[in-house]
């Protein structure tokens, strides 16, 4: 004698029939069908989980990288580092020109001379925040500027490239990111030497501008505070 198929409870409403029937008389769905569904949802569900825990991860790696603290350039000779009481607060990179000029020398010659620098500056996203001029001058687009005076140099590691300088600082605009500082370092310098050659009588007050890229790192006097808007 054959036995009755047993009941089976619903997993999705958790209703048990009296007896074995097809479809659950308080929800309407196969409990097979049923068990079937909710096997797939938490598979989903699992899957959803592990996706949203990889993207909060990778979110907070972005947060950490984007707050990190700007950190001295490592590969700095020794006599272009600053004194040991400045703290770096920023760092610009710059794409400009070295701009020079066809000048007669004191024994009858002729040769390219230093004019001045010409450069926008930007943060770490690439978005211009200042100007680098004659002076030499940084200047800030919240109106902060400060001049410099070379201190030490030495020569870039790659040819053809003007030297690395650190230079004394001192403010002569507005109160900004630029206003507490006291040193600059230019460092990682590609291009910007003065051309070999085409100086001569017949090229006389010619200029020459010629591309460069350079990192500009600013120094200020530990407990002077951070600059208002330094990025």
Not at 149 to 156: G, L
Request: hydrophobic share 40%; aromatic share 8%.
């Amino acid at each position: 004698m054959l036995s009755a198929p047993l009941a089976i409870r619903c997993p999705r409403c958790g209703y048990l029939p009296a007896s074995a029937t097809v479809i659950c008389l308080q929800c309407g769905r196969d409990p097979l069908e049923a068990d079937s569904i909710i096997a797939k949802e938490n598979q989903v569900s699992m899957a959803s989980r592990i996706g949203i825990f990889f993207i909060g991860v990778f979110l907070l790696v972005l947060f950490v990288a984007g707050c990190a603290s700007v950190q001295p350039a490592p590969d700095v000779p020794y006599q272009l580092k600053p004194a040991a009481n400045e703290s770096l607060v920023m760092v610009m990179p710059a794409l400009g020109v070295q701009i020079y000029e066809c000048r007669a020398r004191k024994d009858g010659g002729y040769e390219w001379a230093f004019v001045a620098p010409e450069a926008d500056l930007y943060d770490g996203h690439g978005v211009r925040i200042g100007h680098h001029g004659a002076g030499p001058h940084w200047e800030s687009l919240d109106g902060s500027r400060v001049v410099g005076a070379a201190k030490e140099r030495a020569d870039a590691p790659s040819a053809g490239s003007i030297p690395w300088l650190l230079l004394a600082a001192k403010s002569v605009g507005r109160e900004g990111s630029l206003s507490k500082v006291t040193s600059v370092q230019r460092l990682h310098t590609a291009g910007g030497v003065a051309p070999a050659d085409g100086c001569s009588s017949a090229a006389a007050g010619k200029q020459a501008r010629v591309g460069y890229t350079a990192d500009y790192y600013f120094y200020v006097q530990q407990g002077a505070g951070l600059p208002d808007s330094a990025d």
